[in-house]
C-alpha cells in the first residue's frame, strides 16, 4: 500500500509541477522586476499544491510548532537542519516573503532555474570560495532590503534522521552581516519522506521553530549552538503547535 500511495503522490507532485512551471514560461520574457510578483504567487501556489496531496494521498500530516519564536514583523534568517525535500518547499507555504539560499546546481535545471532566478532566491556556487561568500552576503542584503526572510540549510545537504552532518559557516556570515536573527528549526521529515526513492512513510511530520539563538555570537560558537539545538529538537513536539493543512494554519 505503501509503493501505491507513493506512486500516487509522486504522480500528483510531478504533474502540478510541470503545469506549474509551463504556467510560469510565459513570464520568462518579462524583465525580472514586473515577472517576480506573478512567479512568486505560482511558486506559492504549487507548495501548497504538492504539499497539500501528502495527507490525502500520503497519510502524513504536518504540525509546526513555536510559531511564535518567528519575529512578529520584519525578516528573519532561519537555520533549518535538512533530511528531505520537503525541507526545501514547506517555507515556501508557511511564508510569504521568503528567499532560500540555494546551489547553483539548481540554476542548471531548465525552466526552475529561471524560476530561481525570477523569485529572487539566493543562488551560490559551493565550490567558489571567497567568491561564493561574496554573492551570498550581497544576495543576503539584497533580499533583507526586500523586507524577505532567508531560508539557510547549514549542513549543506541532506542528513539521514537523526543525524547531523556538517555546518557549514554561511549562517555565520549572514548573520554578522545583515544582523538578522538566528532561528534554529528542527524537523524529522526525513522520517517521512527519504533522501531517496520515492516512498513516503505516513506519519506527522514535525517543523520545530525554536528560540532565536543569542546576538553577536562569534562563528564556531554559532555553529556550535545550532548543532546542539538540532541536536536535542529532533523528536522534539513543543505545546502550542499550529497545525498546516491544506486550509491554512489552524490550533491544535
Known sequence: MIWLRSAIYQLWFYSVSVV????????????????????????????????????????????????????????????????????????????????????????RIPLYGQICVATGMIIVDRFAGATAIRALLAGAARVVAEGRTIVIFPEGTRAAPGAVGVLHPGVAAIASHTGLPVIPVVTNSGEHWGRRGFRRFPGTITVAIRPALPAGLRRQELLNRLADEYRRGVGDIVDNSVECSAAGFQQS
Open 20 to 107: 506549474l512551471v509551463l504556467a510560469c514560461a510565459p513570464l520568462m520574457v518579462l524583465p525580472q522586476r514586473m515577472a517576480r510578483p506573478s512567479v512568486f504567487a505560482v511558486a506559492r501556489l504549487w507548495a501548497r499544491m504538492t504539499l497539500g496531496g501528502l495527507g490525502p494521498i500520503c497519510g502524513i500530516r504536518m504540525v509546526i510548532t513555536g510559531w511564535e519564536n518567528l519575529p512578529a514583523d520584519g525578516p528573519a534568517l532561519i537555520a533549518s537542519n535538512h533530511q528531505s525535500a520537503f525541507d526545501t518547499v514547506i517555507w515556501m507555504k508557511l511564508l510569504d516573503r521568503v528567499a532560500y539560499v540555494l546551489k547553483q546546481d539548481l540554476q
